[in-house]
């Protein structure tokens, strides 16, 4: 099968296209055979080494995964061979590949409503998504919010829900975004290249900090006391932030099968939607790395298995 091993930190030569054995699955594992998987900014900051700390090389990259049940390990119970499935894998990576083994409480039955393309590109940014809003921010009805780089993968996916539960919603993007995101429901648009948003917005209950970098820190000022500073990027400023009575969070999402599964259920509904700039094959994956890396994607980038 092809897969994307990195062997050695670094540019986009680093993450080679290589053939190898499929993999079996163990006890308690689940074998999926992949059609689509979806590039994270994770995925090429794990190629350059940021992560070096946490990870061993040699990895195969990909977190986000769509695709059939091909096998299941001994013991695992409640699936069958050929179910649809969606999930993720996290920072073990091994889901830019024809196969990859999975735990069960790392997939769910892929959104009916959803291509492959499409399922694959929801796990990650819309856990993401879940996880600040809902746990670390307990975002309420009529609540304001802030949200930074509203439409990348983790943004789009954030803009959606909160405008779901209800929240009064300001993003931040360049102006070449303000369509999009005005079509997504954001009550508020600041261009951040033209305008700082600290001189604009104020007195809001949350941020979302997709960005970090001194983001964070710029962002206090916009919240009211008691609000809450959710971050994923970088740390949030936890002493600062308590001096201004401020909850700082920082976020990481866990994937399980019951929120995938909810996550599901909204999308069929049709609440929320993942959004596709650009669909791949898998020989062109180098080059969505490389679009992901320039940091300005529309919602999400997709690869497919297929040629």
């Known amino acids: 099968m092809k897969a994307v091993y990195v062997r ?25 055979r992949v059609k689509a998987t979806s590039i994270n900014p994770v995925d090429w900051k794990i190629r350059e080494g940021f992560l070096q700390d946490y990870i061993a090389l040699p990895i195969l990259l990909g977190s986000d ?27 073990r990576g091994g889901a830019y590949a024809d196969y990859t083994t999975v735990l069960p409480n790392e997939i769910a039955r892929k959104p009916q409503t959803l291509s492959y393309a499409e399922a694959a590109a929801t796990p990650h940014a819309g856990l993401t998504a879940w996880f600040a809003l809902f746990l670390a921010a307990d975002l309420r009805e009529n609540q304001r919010i802030l949200i930074h780089a509203a439409a990348g993968g983790v943004g789009h996916f954030t803009v959606q829900l909160a405008k779901m539960k209800g929240a009064y919603v300001i993003g931040t993007a360049t102006t070449r975004h303000e369509a999009f995101l005005r079509q997504l429901g954001v009550d508020e648009f600041v261009d951040y290249a033209a305008t700082p948003f600290e001189d604009v917005v104020k007195d809001v209950d949350v941020v979302f900090d997709t960005v970090g970098f001194g983001t964070a820190e710029r962002s206090l000022p916009t919240l009211k006391p008691g609000g809450t500073l959710a971050c994923i990027v970088t740390p949030p400023p936890f002493e600062a932030a308590a001096e201004r009575q401020i909850n700082a969070k920082f976020v990481s999402e866990q994937p399980t099968t019951r929120l ?48």
């Open 8 to 32: 050695q930190w670094g540019g986009s030569d680093a993450a080679v296209i290589e053939e190898v054995e499929p993999p079996k699955p163990g006890p308690g594992e689940i074998l999926v």
């Open 65 to 91: 995964v769509a695709g059939d049940i091909e096998a299941l390990g001994e013991g695992v119970e409640g699936w069958e061979v050929g179910t649809p499935v969606y999930g993720m894998k996290g920072l």
């Open 260 to 307: 995938l599964t909810e996550l599901a259920q909204i999308i069929d509904a049709g609440r929320i939607r993942p959004y596709l700039q650009q669909t791949f094959r898998f020989d062109q994956i180098h080059d969505a790395l490389q679009l992901s890396q320039g940091l300005h994607v529309q919602g999400k980038l997709a690869v497919t298995m297929d040629a």
